[in-house]
T-cell receptor
Framework: GAVVSQHPSWVICKSGTSVKIECRSL??????MFWYRQFPKQSLMLMAT?????????EQGVEKDKFLINHASLTLSTLTVTSAHPEDSSFYIC??????????FGPGTRLTVL | TQLLEQSPQFLSIQEGENLTVYCNSS?????LQWYRQEPGEGPVLLVT?????EVKKLKRLTFQFGDARKDSSLHITAAQPGDTGLYLC??????????????FGKGTLLTVNP
């Protein structure tokens, strides 16, 4: 399967600041990338789907102006949490897909907003 | 969005015991996938099943897709402490064009005690 990395693996920030999370596909050209959020002891919730070179498609209830997604190349997608607040603290996970059902997940980024 | 129900939510067993985890939906999925996730890490794909009635084996793990492609089960034989983790089922569905997205169940947290 594809090898996916995320950076940073964890980040602590102050309320009101913005945080950028990178997702890289190291050995695979990912036409589609997904961003998920996982709260403690809960499952993964899809936030948005991004296709290389086009705007991301956000799931219902996810604010596109707060969670900015850029998928500028086949190997890199970024998620920027703007004006972060404590309720945004979560485990953010990306995945890559060739367009079929199978997705390969990154190791996740733990965001803590103070 | 289709929903997936997983049961049980928590399972604590002794090493050597067998167990079965269930994943049920009222809707049909194009495929169903099982993942295992350890704390602080991203999910790791175990198997993908696509054909109704399909059975796949991965060492001591047996996966089955229901005939109607609405449900699946994961059976572990002679569980070992290394099997401890969060087991997630995910249903694949076409979200438009060539894009597929996954809907995750809430997961089964398995603890195998030595």
């Amino acid at each position: 399967g594809a090898v996916v990395s995320q950076h940073p693996s964890w980040v602590i920030c102050k309320s009101g600041t913005s945080v950028k999370i990178e997702c890289r596909s190291l050995d695979f050209q990912a036409t589609t990338m997904f961003w998920y959020r996982q709260f403690p002891k809960q499952s993964l919730m899809l936030m948005a789907t991004s296709n290389e070179g086009s705007k991301a498609t956000y799931e219902q209830g996810v604010e596109k102006d707060k969670f900015l997604i850029n998928h500028a190349s086949l190997t890199l997608s970024t998620l920027t949490v703007t004006s972060a607040h404590p309720e945004d603290s979560s485990f953010y996970i990306c995945s890559v897909s060739s367009g079929e059902d199978t997705q390969y997940f990154g190791p996740g980024t733990r965001l803590t907003v103070l | 969005t289709q929903l997936l129900e997983q049961s049980p939510q928590f399972l604590s067993i002794q090493e050597g015991e067998n167990l079965t985890v269930y994943c049920n939906s009222s809707s049909v999925f194009s495929s169903l996938q099982w993942y295992r996730q350890e704390p602080g890490e991203g999910p790791v794909l175990l198997v993908t099943v696509v054909t109704g009635g399909e059975v796949k084996k991965l060492k001591r793990l047996t996966f089955q897709f229901g005939d109607a492609r609405k449900d699946s089960s994961l059976h572990i034989t002679a569980a070992q402490p290394g099997d401890t983790g969060l087991y997630l089922c995910a249903g694949g569905e076409n979200s438009g064009g060539s894009n597929y997205k996954l809907t995750f169940g809430k997961g089964t947290l398995l603890t195998v005690n030595p």
